[in-house]
């Protein structure tokens, strides 16, 4: 397995090619972001967008390498091709290809994409559909603001005193209030004016409310933001906790590889997912489409909510059932799974979870701390089912943190971790409140040290529970030391109003493109030695050259919605993206292929199941 830059050359049977920009293109990670439409969602309504630092691109790049080359070691160690890939194999990975997935994925479909994938200042375009979401200025800074339900923005009211201009009528329902948002911006911004970031955190923390200081990596640290041993001489360590594991007696396990999966790097590997919204999924997503076996349990009562993200203003317009199976960004994170239905609260439904995580080798979930506890599912309990389970849990702060009981999504998350922080333009804060990069960020650290850790396993035949903090993911992005940098980058205005990205070397001579003419700004950069990109509007990548030749979509057809377009994997296998194998699973799908393939269970067994509501959505949705 070699990996190296774009222009590697080896012998080896599988080369893994790291692009800063894009694959057979040089330039760097800011080019990436003007490209993949992360940039056009930084900045304000009408003026240039703003790259993230270029090295957050380019760490990305590295962190997809990295998983591609542990799915591809554990290949081989597990005899999928006597020790070495069928063929030979090579992957390019791409900072503008991975930004442009994730992009896609938080956009939603075109007609949302063209509405609200907008550069809007520090607040998104409507909300996001549901008030508030964005960052606020406070007595201090900044603090963002996150609500996906009435109860958040009832919460948040709650935090910041129960002001009485948010007891109006006009301020009850978060969903209206997103399309016409002005007065309350206003007002809820007057009202943080008087309220300072950690006075703010605290606050959130007794209404669980979703809020959040913007900090940098040291205001974190000294709070206690991050665990112990995290920050080591102003460097952040991994965002994961390891403890190793013993419990009972492995079980013999015959390796079953799918004929769909066959050539796959991951295929016979086995990951139960106990994950919902985006991160959690996300990890499941990677695993799937390397070619992993991944059963996503869902209770009836608390499915994933993302199986209604975009839809949440159609509840008791459409039928529920209907409802749940038609949201695009679900059919997208959760492709090439098995779905099975199952109330974990219920003795036999601990139980049934208990005997496939015995015969499984990974297991993720995405539940506050704690939870898995109360569920008597904790690390020791999965432990004696199965001593070589390595698991991993992903809540937003990591438990151990001072924060370990805030209610969390992803803005928060990078907010308290730094990353935001390190978003500006010209001294002024921005942040990325559309991008939203703690989620899939999280998501690549943890798919990472979970393959890490099946290799551990494999090796010494000892569990690990990894506990991963999506804040501490953030600061590890954020602020691991990277070499000097050698470009200057920046986004600027041409004389006809459009927007270009120039990446010139540092020690080149200085110079002002802003005003010139598109065509002086691209002769000027290349004369300089740099690079140029156009800043594309996200609705305007598929046109683009610097996508054209490997589509960033994998069509579907699915038995709700029929026939749709997927958000692809950001990784290139001999010049293709992986490919479809099933859609997203319908809750309670795969229940009968689960207990009967994966457990053996016998029929009279999984007709008890059923019947006692453990299995199956009977009842839920009539």
């Not at 800063?20 to 760097?28: F, L, S």
């Not at 990205?501 to 005003?515: I, L, Q, R, T, Y």
């Not at 030695?529 to 046109?543: I, R, V, Y």
């Not at 994966?598 to 999984?606: A, K, R, W, Y």
Request: charged share 25%; aromatic share 6%; hydrophobic share 40%.
């Amino acid at each position: 397995i070699a990996v190296g830059g774009g222009d590697t050359a080896s012998d080896a049977n599988c080369v893994i090619r790291l692009w800063d920009y894009q694959v057979g293109h040089p330039g760097t990670g800011a080019l990436a972001s003007a490209v993949s439409g992360a940039a056009a969602v930084i900045g304000h309504k009408g003026g240039p967008g703003v790259p993230l630092p270029s090295d957050m691109p380019e760490k990305w790049c590295g962190i997809y390498g990295v998983i591609l080359a542990l799915a591809e070691v554990w290949r081989q160690r597990n005899g999928n091709g006597n020790g070495k890939a069928r063929k030979p194999v090579r992957y390019d990975v791409s900072a503008a290809d991975i930004m442009r997935s994730f992009s896609l994925q938080n956009s939603g479909g075109p007609e949302e994409m063209v509405r609200s994938w907008r550069r809007n200042g520090r607040l998104c375009v409507e909300h996001g559909g549901i008030f508030p979401m964005g960052f606020y200025a406070c007595k201090d800074g900044y603090v963002a603001l996150l609500g996906r339900s009435r109860r958040d923005w009832h919460n948040i009211r709650k935090a910041v005193g129960d002001p009485d201009w948010a007891k109006g009528e006009a301020y009850q329902d978060p969903f209206v209030l997103a399309r016409d948002s002005a007065a309350a911006d206003r007002l809820l911004e007057g009202t943080l004016s008087a309220l300072g970031r950690d006075e703010l955190l605290q606050r959130g923390l007794a209404e669980g409310a979703v809020i959040a200081p913007v900090y940098s990596q040291a205001e974190a640290a000294a709070r206690d933001v991050f665990r112990d041993n995290f920050i080591v001489d102003d460097i952040p360590a991994m965002p994961f906790q390891i403890q190793p594991l013993t419990g009972g007696a492995a079980r013999d396990r015959q390796r079953r590889v799918h004929d769909d999966v066959a050539g796959s790097p991951l295929a016979g590997l086995r990951c139960l997912e106990l994950c919902w919204v985006w991160s959690g999924p996300m990890v499941g997503q990677i695993l799937a489409d390397l070619g992993a076996e991944v059963i996503k349990m869902e209770a009836p009562g608390r499915f994933d909510l993302y199986r209604t993200r975009g839809l949440e203003a159609l509840r008791k317009k459409m039928p529920e059932k209907a409802r749940i199976e038609s949201s695009l960004y679900f059919h997208s994170l959760n492709r090439n799974k098995t779905g099975l239905a199952l109330d974990l609260k219920h003795p036999d439904g601990r139980k049934t979870a208990l005997e496939l995580a015995a015969v499984s080798d990974l297991l993720i979930e995405n539940f506050t701390v704690g939870t898995m506890e109360r569920l008597g599912l904790g690390p020791d309990d999965l432990a004696q089912a199965n001593p070589t389970l390595v698991q991993m849990s992903m809540s937003g702060p990591g438990r151990g943190s001072a924060v370990e009981k805030l209610r969390s999504y992803g803005l928060v998350l990078s907010a308290l971790g730094g990353a935001e922080d390190l978003i500006t333009k010209d001294g002024e804060f921005l942040g990325s409140p559309t991008f939203s990069l703690s989620d899939p960020n999280a998501a690549a650290f943890g798919a990472m040290g979970l393959l890490a850790g099946v290799l551990a396993a494999g090796e010494d035949g000892t569990g690990r529970a990894f506990d991963v903090s999506q804040i501490e993911a953030a600061a590890t992005l954020a602020a691991t030391p990277t070499p000097p940098l050698a470009t200057r980058d920046a986004i600027v205005t041409a004389k006809d109003g459009s927007f270009i990205a120039v990446s010139v070397p540092c020690d080149a001579a200085d110079e002002n493109f802003e005003g010139l003419s598109r065509a002086d700004i691209v002769e000027r950069c290349t004369a300089l030695g740099g690079h140029w990109a156009d800043l594309l509007e996200l609705d305007e990548t598929d046109n683009s050259a610097v996508f054209a030749d490997c589509s960033g979509w994998i069509s579907s057809t699915h038995p709700y919605t029929g026939d749709e377009a997927l958000v692809a994997a950001p990784w290139r296998v001999n010049s293709h993206r992986p490919g479809l194998r099933k859609t997203a699973p319908l809750l309670g799908e795969g229940d009968d292929f689960v207990l009967r393939r994966v457990l053996s269970l016998p029929d009279d067994e999984i007709d008890s199941l059923k019947a006692a509501g453990v299995v199956g959505i009977a009842g839920h949705f009539e």
